[in-house]
């Protein structure tokens, strides 16, 4: 393969130009994969270390977006566009695309780590979905040139997808000026565009890639419309687990059975009619490459696997309070089925490089993410069973997470090594000298203009309604004009501490802390994903906390205290069915945990 990329000739009749493209597209997407990187790095120091000027939640969402827009779209977009664009005209119009789409993620990454969601990564958020907007449409126009087979409609839909998944970015806003940002509305729209990112955009456009594999490989891949219907009905059923978590209604859980139980029979009869459950491809692979490519599949395989174990309203309700597991699940298809199966596909077409520099790359990325899922599944697992924590967790995580960036440093180092003795400008001119483009051109500007109009709008939107009322969501039976019950809204009224610490009630409550709270909270004052519990009985009444506790629900709903914490945080509690005994107990450790901390406890309550 190093022989084969290294002596490719431009003047050849087996050269194709759309692999030109392909160098600077996959550096950027490497370098955009390393960023992210850093940032989830820095995030795991955070449990062992303090990092100053920075806060968690920003570099969260820094992470997310450089991981899900750079690393992510850019690598499947390229995917697609080297596979399926045959047109070498409209290499101009892609490389246009591709520029913009880097400029978007550069200040996406320079702004979300210092300001989080505001102007700046929000315009430049805006400019990348606008950019998949043109990247959708002129796509679709290559794509439908291409005889129809299985593999061009699963691409076609993972674009559809793609594109109604922003419809959940463009109600954000009006929702959040309306309803406010604690309205259930606001994160079932987070929600919407997170599930039909992942499992339509992503998921489809794997499927479609490796169809398309297997069909070069020779077999001959036969899809129903049955098995598209299936398939696309088991995507908006799933959706349904997403919206219990802020509106747990039981039939919703009914749903979601129904959609991972249709979502299992589509996903087997799609890899085994491409042949990869057949006895060969499960034998353990000889090549790295197709090692890569083994584990992208087994990831999809552990995905589905896992969601199907949801049918049971029990295990849905702890995987999702168990925030280890919300983790695994999204590294498992991000970083396994995506990264290592849309990865070795490149690979294998020379989109990206396979000398020894990548190999190293690609086997220590291996480790670091099956090390880092044995830990985070494992942990979780730990949690559930009520066994503590595995010795020196955080740190043990943080060291697993350091492989990425290495990998990705060998990797970045392997594609310079290996750029090639030819680059795009000498194609272009030979492609403008020999087609007459003007009218993609024209096309194009009209697209960005009318793009940047959009984005000017969306920030405006998202920018406006800064007076009071902006984010607070108040239910009609709410009494607004009541001041707030420093006890909350619950059925505890009174709470007896009595004298001193009772060990044993603290040690139990934070058992249950470090199962089910631990992953957004520190014991001491700094924020992860919500604030630290240093302090709560010094801030608030020992009524509060339970309720807020057993009853978060409607405390999130019609507590103002709760709301505006919420309104910080930006990220709903859920509700972990925790007993009102276990609730005391509870207290009864962080009463604990404020007189070890700080000197004091129970401030609130004199």
Known sequence: MNSAQSHIDPNSTSFRPMEV?????????????????????????????????????????????????????????????????????RLKIYRNLLFLAVIANIGMMLSF??????????????????????????????????????????????????????????????????????????????????????????????????????????????????????????????????????????????????????????????????????????????????????????????????????????????????????????????????????????????????????????????????????????????????????????????LSSTLFPLALILLLISMVKNQGKYSTIPILNQIKSKTQISTNKQTMKTSMLMSFGAALLLMISCGGGGGENQGSYTPPSAETEKPADPKGIGEIKNVDLGEGIDESMANNGKAILDMKCTACHQYNDKRLVGPGFEGVTNRRRPEWIMNMITNVEVMLDEDPVAQALLEECLTRMPNQNITVADSRDILEFLRKNDLERTGTKDAAIN
């Not at 989830?40 to 899900?68: C, D, Q, T």
């Not at 409609?153 to 940002?181: D, E, F, H, N």
């Not at 589905?304 to 168990?322: C, G, H, K, R």
């Not at 690609?362 to 670091?368: A, D, V």
């Open 113 to 398: 780590p210092f300001q989080g969601y505001g102007l700046y990564s929000i315009a430049f958020s805006t400019i990348h979905l606008l950019v998949s907007y043109c990247f959708a449409y002129f796509f679709l126009q290559d794509i439908s040139k291409i005889k129809s087979q299985a593999s061009v409609k699963l691409i076609q839909y993972s674009i559809y997808w793609m594109v109604l998944s922003t419809l959940g970015l463009w109600a954000i806003a009006p929702i959040a000026a309306t309803l406010g940002r604690l309205h259930p509305l606001y994160f079932m729209s987070v929600q919407w565009f997170l599930h039909f990112q992942l499992n339509g955009w992503f998921v489809y456009a794997l499927l479609g890639l490796l169809v398309h594999y297997a069909i070069q490989k020779g077999f001959t891949v036969n899809l129903s419309k049955i098995t598209f219907l299936i398939l696309n009905l088991s995507l908006f059923f799933t959706y349904a687990l997403a919206v219990s978590w802020s509106t747990p209604i039981e039939s919703l859980y009914y749903f979601n059975t129904l959609g991972v139980l249709l979502q299992g029979i589509a996903y087997f009869w799609i890899l085994k009619s491409a042949k990869f459950l057949s006895s060969d491809f499960l034998k353990i692979p000889n090549h790295w490459i197709d090692g890569m490519i083994y584990l992208g599949v087994l990831s999809l395989a552990a995905k589905a696997f896992i969601q199907s174990a949801l049918v049971l309203p029990e295990v849905a309700t702890m995987a999702f309070n168990i925030r280890m597991y919300v983790i695994g699940f999204i590294h498992l298809v991000m970083l396994g089925a995506i990264t290592f199966g849309i990865g070795g596909l490149a690979v294998k077409n020379f989109w990206l490089p396979s000398n020894r520099p990548s190999k190293c790359g690609w086997i220590i990325l291996s480790f670091g993410f099956i090390s880092s899922e044995i830990l985070l599944l494992g942990q979780g697992t730990l949690l559930w069973a009520k066994m503590g924590f595995i010795p020196q967790y955080h740190l043990l995580l943080f």
């Open 21 to 89: 493209l392909a160098k600077p597209w996959m550096i950027w997407a490497v370098i955009f994969f390393l960023m992210a990187s850093f940032f989830g790095l820095a995030m795991r120091y955070f449990h062992i270390g303090e990092i100053p000027y920075f806060e968690y939640k920003h570099l969260l969402h820094a992470h997310s977006h450089v991981a899900l827009l750079g690393w992510g779209y850019l690598l499947l977009s390229g995917a697609l566009v080297f596979t399926f664009v045959k047109d070498i005209t």
